[in-house]
């Protein structure tokens, strides 16, 4: 099915891409602007508070967004028979021509940052709707301060815990050796989830490799740990290098200037190496945040109900992780950081760099977490979402008139076909992850819209890339400068001394070509 | 001293001004414009958590923001030497030849919901940083539970607690009718400020007759506390206009839609009643909310540092009221509504309107309240606010050069040569109020800048007034169309069955002239 803004692109783009696939600020601009402005922008005049507009609503940020009002009950498939719509038949599962593992194991760790529904009640959020970078700064002061190395000594200014294992630099453990209880110290940190309720919980050399970080989520697979474990590593060595470089600084001055430098290098890395792995234009889009700073589309961030099913990304993981002491399989790959200490940062890296990504979409979801997806659907449900045409509506997509307008896949029609009535009556979430991939892009049309909308509008309008912020006095000319020539997690991994070559370490599979070249 | 902005309308009007002196909807958003991009845009690189941009400093709401960063310490004059300046000579207080007591009055109400500095620290705040009538529901859910009516019965949906007294309605009384204690069911209310520290507390008689409101301020005179009243019955007369237009809405639905109404009339009468009379241009301006969809300066409220000391507008206060039973000297009034409850609404806004303001500005304090001049004083120490001077030219005003630049007044002009070496050495409080008022403005030239800038940018960037959310599905179109009809505080009290004229209910006096016509 055809996708509004991306095929547009082309007769966008004309010549303004350098030798490298770079655009250049003014078509990136265009296509920011083309895609964020598709639909509403913020404040939006729904959330989960209550189904009318309120001042509560408009203002209570434990409640989450809605792109959509809260829709009529209708008739719908039980959970049970909408299994089938992601449950993999027998045999392999469907590999990505494009994306590494890499690619879902930042996606996972960026989001876990923002889209935080709260477990106990799921119109809730316990979101601080930024990237902020939370899952290595904790999600409010207290959760930092504990966080921060008490210290203060010269040398140590501004550093985050950590320890050395092995010879490398990770955060601290979070449990006594013997993994019986979260040290005293931790105490006031979110406690780590531990898998579906009613599962037993790990054994005790697991949880003793857990470690202490700001996000619940951050120990759920070694590769959102060594996602951390890298942040971590790089925040204190800005933090050397500005302590170096302002020696009256204090141990506060030193630690708030360099979480400054890290948030928007970060957000570099969402925009430069991410997004532009998930776009499907020849061309990479540049990171300038002045994009944002006359758009219409510049309003405070919040969280969707929406946002948090978009981001299901469950079928991107392989049955198996090829880890370099080898594979690990799926339903063992969680909240055991041991094979993260054995093998180093920089092997993890280049390992989940080295194996592709499964597809993301309907039937190629790992039977280890298909319990997730039924959660998914029932999350959609309990928050009362509109159709998935009624969201296809309302990102400017022509609504799917036949179920083949939604799936090329005769198998995903006939399953849809048994589920709804007609394509009017498909769930958003069943829906989203039916639909056919768009071509060159590992995420399928109205999803990729989605995310595209939510990731421009929030991350650049993040405070710290704001119009009178972005400058030298907040980051230090050589922060400044370490931001502007940061475009991957590479980068970073080898200004930290390694001697790898950062194209290794890449979302997008060397062998990936988008089949055309632009002059 | 020439105002830059001011001084330019002329040009800017053209013809667009009816009859009625009404400017139309082009002229206002030229004008709103031009005020408030006379200045940087939010977000405001600093704050009083940190000297330096910080990620605390731009996300915690609890400190104030900044239009300009933390000044280097200089020479100042004491306290004791500055009273001078604001210290009235022997003899009568200069009256305005404009305002009426209800500007005061109003001013006061509004302020006081968002200007909150915290009184145990001076560089923090309780503001909720939006005009969202926290005086009359509360600063948080808690509190508005409180103040709802708990019968959620048919005929008394969505109410607020109210009381008959002499046969009109009141907020309830916060103490126990012996003055002794606070009523068990308002201990959750924050507590009535009762003065400048160390001062005895009130009678018991005062303390029986305050009323059980949101704001601590609420109470401070009969002036904020009628203010309140007339809130309290418009939210209770809409509330019962709703449940009886919509008979299947619960309790829930019917307060909240009433409160929807409420802010954004309330935010009508701020800017067509009170900052047209603020302004000295002989044109009013309407309230649009569209002028600030696409405007750059549409960013999240957050009260600054300095705004709190703009508005210290206490020598706008006669030394005594003239109320309907007779006069009350400045000394007394406060903390006591029995003089409101004795005299009725209507005639104490009819008192109000009556009887002229004193003229804001230097030499022109009442005796009675020149310690919160002092605290004023030191507030902006504390904070480290830069000059007078530097603020002029942050907000695109030519520095004053001779310290007639800033005061005509002979006498005002030896003072400020007394206390500070050279017109750059003026500090930013005293600077403000010892400046020449601008020609037909209440107001000297940058705090009336400065006021202009904040009020236009605070009220029209509120969320209910916001693009998708100002429409008929939040207010009803019952309720739409009664925002759009009010423009005064008058329209409140005649269709709550007041026989009054409502123009009589002005904030302008009846003779005030603007000395020329528009066409």
């Not at 602007?33 to 598709?38: A, D, P, T």
């Not at 970060?266 to 945040?289: R, T």
């Not at 198998?411 to 039916?434: K, N």
């Not at 475009?487 to 970073?492: M, P, R, V």
Request: hydrophobic letters at 40%.
């Amino acid at each position: 099915m055809s996708n509004s803004i991306f095929d547009t692109l082309g007769a966008i783009v004309g010549g303004a891409i350098d030798n490298w696939g770079w655009a250049d600020r003014k078509v990136t601009a265009l296509v920011i602007n083309k895609i964020v402005e598709s639909t509403r922008n913020r404040p939006h005049p729904w959330s989960t508070a209550s189904d009318y507009t309120s001042w509560k609503s408009l203002t209570d940020r434990t409640y989450q967004a809605r792109h959509l009002p809260a829709a009529a009950p209708r008739a719908q498939p039980t959970p049970d028979a909408i299994k089938e719509l992601f449950r993999r038949p027998a045999g392999q599962q469907l590999l990505s021509k494009k994306s590494t593992c890499l690619f879902p194991a930042f996606a996972q760790y960026l989001t876990d940052g923002f889209i935080r529904t709260d477990p106990h009640a799921r119109n809730r959020t316990t979101s601080n709707h930024e990237i902020d970078l939370c899952p290595l700064y904790g999600r409010n002061e207290a959760q930092t301060l504990i966080l921060r190395e008490q210290s203060q000594a010269a040398g140590r200014k501004g550093r985050l815990k950590s320890q050395i294992v092995n010879g490398e630099e990770y955060p601290p453990f979070l449990y006594e050796s013997d993994g019986s209880a979260i040290k005293a110290e931790f105490a006031g940190l979110d406690k780590p989830l531990l898998g579906p309720s009613g599962a037993p919980d790990p054994a005790p050399e697991k949880l003793a490799s857990l470690f202490a970080v700001g996000g619940d989520r951050a120990n759920a697979t070694p590769f959102t740990a060594m996602m951390n474990a890298l942040f971590l590593r790089e925040h204190n060595r800005i933090a050397g290098e500005l302590e170096r470089r302002n020696p009256a600084w204090d141990d506060e001055r030193v630690f708030q200037t360099a979480r400054n430098i890290l948030i928007p290098l970060f957000i570099k890395i969402v925009v430069e190496q991410y997004i532009n792995h998930i776009s499907p234009a020849p061309f990479n889009l540049v990171c300038d945040p002045s994009v944002a700073w006359q758009a219409e589309w510049n309003r405070p961030n919040w969280i969707t109900a929406e946002f948090s099913l978009v981001y299901r990304w469950h079928s991107l993981m392989p049955d198996a992780i090829n880890w370099p002491g080898g594979p690990i399989p799926l339903a063992q790959f969680g909240l055991d950081n041991r094979p993260l200490l054995q093998s180093g940062l920089v092997s993890a890296f280049a390992a989940a760099a080295a194996q592709p990504a499964a597809c993301l979409g309907a039937c190629n979801t790992s039977e280890a977490i298909m319990w997730i997806e039924s959660l998914a659907v029932q999350q959609g449900r309990d928050n009362r979402l509109d159709t998935y045409n009624a969201y296809r509506r309302q990102f400017s997509m022509v609504p799917a008139e036949t179920f083949a307008d939604i799936s090329s896949d005769p198998h995903i029609q006939d399953i849809l076909g048994r589920l709804y009535p007609t394509p009017d009556d498909v769930e958003f979430y069943p829906g989203l992850f039916a639909e056919d991939r768009v071509d060159k892009s590992p995420l399928p049309g109205l999803l990729l819209q989605m995310v595209a909308v939510d990731a421009f509008s929030q991350a650049l309008t993040n405070p710290l890339v704001s119009e009178h912020v972005w400058n030298e006095a907040t980051f230090t000319p050589w922060g400044f400068e370490l931001i502007q020539e940061t475009k991957s997690l590479g980068d970073i991994i080898v200004r930290q001394g390694s001697p790898i070559d950062p194209r290794k370490i890449t979302m997008t599979q060397p062998g990936w070509s988008y089949g055309w070249h632009i002059p």
